[in-house]
């Protein structure tokens, strides 16, 4: 039977092809895809977009509540004025508030540097600020200054920090650190894995002998170690981490690799001459990938987790650089009269984890070679 010229052969599907269309028939995967694809953009580019840099101090702007309305609020205005000009030993005489521009009669027992308008624009709430009108003797004049409004959507920090730039930054480096280091440990834990488990005897207990020994020592001496010998630069530190954490993931594909190696796909591989290396590569590895990626969405928490804690340690990310880890362990603290600290990276956080966990599911479900 030949075909006619209108006729076109039908066209194959493969095993990757039926996965991705499984994955997005999950619609919690896909939302889940969708969260995390808003939480990463969000982390690189919105420090860029953000009108604060994540390290600039507003000493006027100490812990205030996050709000969509502009500081300074009109209750603020005028005790800031205030504030400001007697740092400055100036005495208020009368003070009047025209649109966003504020003015006031101001004295002194001295002759009035103009140099004092230098202490209004140091401030985060004025700006632009002038004297005129100035008397014969030089000891009173009319103080003007533009109101600088500011906006704090997530609030600030103890510092007077933004907090909304804040979080996005440490978004960056936490999926960062989670990805970097859970990249390194699922490329070494795979491949030491199946090979252990493929090749089987002496090489196999010899291998799994190496990896009892490197779980009986202390998590914290190879920390410090990597520490000497990386320095404070974070992403090294990590890959560092990520190399250390593999260990878990060798023995779950070791145990897989022990069952698949008896299938007859393998034993039929074997029977044409396929050599090891491409027997793990092609049939040993890719029927893992359920576990593998399960075990990764929980790692990269895991780490994220981890960096938190060695930071609290002084070992991880300091400051003034953060990350959501620092970020929540600093408003727990301030829980009880600064919320929004705690709040608005706890959001992301657990929004992130919840997104991988879901994404997780689906890609063991997907990945499953049962179902196909």
């Given at each position: 039977m030949t075909l006619s010229s209108n006729?076109?052969?039908?066209?194959?599907?493969?095993?990757?092809?039926?996965?991705?269309?499984?994955?997005?028939?999950?619609r919690a995967a896909v939302a889940s895809m969708i969260v995390l694809a808003v939480i990463t953009l969000l982390s690189i580019l919105g420090p860029s977009l953000s009108p604060h840099d994540f390290d600039t101090v507003y000493r006027d702007y100490v812990k205030v509540p996050a709000s969509l309305e502009a500081y300074p609020r009109a209750d603020q205005v005028e005790p800031g004025f205030m504030a400001v000009l007697k740092r400055a030993r100036m005495n208020v005489d009368s003070y009047e508030r025209d649109g966003d521009t504020v003015i006031a009669q101001i004295s002194s027992r001295r002759e009035i540097d103009p140099r004092t308008t230098r202490y209004v624009d140091r401030s985060d709430l004025f700006t632009n600020a002038e004297l005129t009108d100035m008397s014969a003797d030089g000891k009173s004049a009319i103080m003007r200054a533009e109101i600088d409004k500011m906006?704090?959507?997530?609030?600030?920090d103890s510092n007077g920090r933004d907090m909304m730039t804040r979080t996005f930054i440490a978004g960056r480096v936490s999926l960062t650190i989670g990805l970097l280091a859970t990249i390194v440990a699922i490329s070494i834990g795979v491949l030491y894995g199946a090979t252990s488990g493929y090749l089987g005897g002496r090489v196999d207990q010899m291998m799994m002998r190496v990896v009892d020994v490197l779980y009986s020592l202390p998590f914290i001496f190879f920390v410090i170690m990597l520490v000497v010998f990386f320095g404070r630069n974070f992403i090294l530190m990590f890959i560092a981490?990520?190399?250390?954490?593999w260990l878990d993931m060798a023995r779950i594909v070791r145990g897989q690799t022990l069952t698949i190696k008896h299938q007859e796909y393998v034993q039929a591989a074997e029977a044409m001459g396929v050599g090891d290396g491409g027997i793990v590569r092609r049939h040993i590895i890719p029927n893992t990938l359920g576990p593998?990626?399960?075990?990764m969405t929980?790692?990269?928490?895991?780490?994220?987790?981890?960096?938190?804690?060695?930071s609290f340690l002084g070992l991880g990310i300091q400051e003034p650089m953060t990350s959501w880890g620092v970020l929540i362990s600093e408003g727990a603290r301030n829980l009880q009269g600064a919320a929004w600290m705690?709040?608005?990276?706890?959001?992301?956080?657990?929004?992130?984890l919840f997104a991988l966990n879901f994404v997780g599911d689906g890609l063991r479900d997907a990945l499953d070679p049962k179902d196909r």
């Open positions: 006729e076109t052969p039908a066209k194959g599907r493969s095993l990757w092809d039926d996965a991705r269309d499984r994955l997005l028939a999950n906006h704090f959507y997530f609030g600030t981490v990520g190399a250390v954490e593998v990626v399960v075990y929980l790692l990269v928490p895991k780490v994220i987790l981890l960096e938190s804690f060695l705690l709040i608005f990276p706890s959001i992301f956080l657990t929004s992130t």
